[in-house]
């Protein structure tokens, strides 16, 4: 399957937002509960990057 077709099916992009959305939900939460700096940073980072993927598919269709 190519990637456009992967963004562009509805079913398929929703059950991946959500699943973006939970990892998400998971990194915030370490986060609040982190004591060292680098897993912070880390925890935020991988904040960046999972929210960026939610715009894969703007990215994609051209729209961005």
Do not use: P
């Not at 963004?7 to 937002?17: I, R, S």
């Not at 986060?31 to 894969?56: S, W």
């Amino acid at each position: 399957m190519s990637l456009k077709a992967f963004v562009n099916n509805k079913a398929e992009w929703d059950a991946f937002c959500e699943e973006l959305d939970i990892w998400i939900d998971e990194q915030q939460r370490r986060l609040e509960q982190g004591e060292m700096t680098i897993d912070l940073h880390r925890c935020q980072g991988a904040i960046g990057i999972l929210r960026r993927l939610k715009y894969l598919r703007d990215k994609v269709n051209g729209n961005k």
